[in-house]
């Protein structure tokens, strides 16, 4: 822990970061709307620069596959490496894990925890639900309008509740 902050020492809590010129995707795959015409190198270089990181060789290229083409999308450490493997860049899983723990540190992504062994980190930043299909391990964005709660524990004494995460597990019938 103490090692991605030192990691991430310029960074810069970002708040809603990414969401202004990212599109987010509906559950068939549809752009809700348009991204604009923006180069990808582009893309990834504003996407740091408004985290305050450095626009390092690796953070680019990783920010290039994150939101290069404008568009939200979950991954693990796993997908994202083999995702930099298959663009030619020689990067080590580790570089991969530490890069999304400090962009998720600088407010760019958001980190799911699915199950103990594997988390997701997503482009989209503010709160919503989610569907996980426990067979093959894919996560989606699920409808925000579907889910209601009538009523949350109260938290402990001297604490607040300050994010509630869901995770609907899928199984196909
Ligand atoms: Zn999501």
Same mark, same amino acid.
């Given at each position: 822990?103490?090692?991605?902050?030192?990691?991430?020492?310029?960074?810069?809590?970002?708040?809603?970061?990414?969401?202004?010129?990212?599109?987010?995707?509906?559950?068939?795959?549809?752009?809700?709307?348009?991204?604009?015409?923006?180069?990808?190198?582009?893309?990834?270089?504003?996407?740091?620069?408004?985290?305050?990181?450095?626009?390092?060789?690796?953070?680019?290229?990783?920010?290039?596959?994150?939101?290069?083409?404008?568009? =939200?999308? +979950?991954?693990?450490? @796993?997908?994202?490496? &083999?995702?930099?493997?298959?663009?030619? $860049? #020689? %990067? /080590?899983? *580790?570089?991969?894990?530490?890069?999304?723990?400090?962009?998720?540190?600088?407010?760019?992504?958001?980190?799911?925890?699915?199950?103990?062994?594997?988390?997701?980190?997503?482009?989209?930043?503010?709160? =919503?639900? +989610?569907?996980?299909? @426990?067979?093959?391990? &894919?996560?989606?964005?699920?409808?925000? $309008? #579907? %889910? /209601?709660? *009538?009523?949350?524990?109260?938290?402990?004494?001297?604490?607040?509740?300050?994010?509630?995460?869901?995770?609907?597990?899928?199984?196909?019938?």
């Amino acid at each position: 822990m103490t090692t991605t902050r030192r990691k991430c020492a310029e960074a810069v809590r970002a708040g809603a970061a990414g969401d202004l010129w990212l599109s987010s995707i509906s559950m068939d795959g549809d752009r809700q709307y348009a991204a604009p015409r923006v180069d990808a190198g582009t893309r990834a270089e504003s996407w740091l620069a408004r985290a305050g990181l450095r626009p390092t060789r690796q953070r680019r290229a990783l920010a290039e596959l994150l939101i290069g083409d404008g568009r =939200h999308r +979950h991954v693990t450490a @796993e997908s994202l490496f &083999a995702a930099a493997r298959d663009a030619g $860049e #020689g %990067v /080590a899983l *580790a570089t991969v894990y530490n890069t999304l723990k400090c962009f998720t540190e600088a407010g760019l992504l958001t980190e799911i925890a699915v199950d103990g062994a594997r988390s997701y980190f997503d482009t989209r930043t503010e709160d =919503h639900p +989610h569907f996980y299909w @426990e067979d093959d391990g &894919a996560l989606v964005d699920a409808p925000r $309008e #579907g %889910v /209601a709660f *009538a009523r949350l524990p109260t938290p402990p004494e001297g604490a607040e509740i300050a994010r509630v995460d869901v995770v609907i597990r899928l199984r196909r019938r």
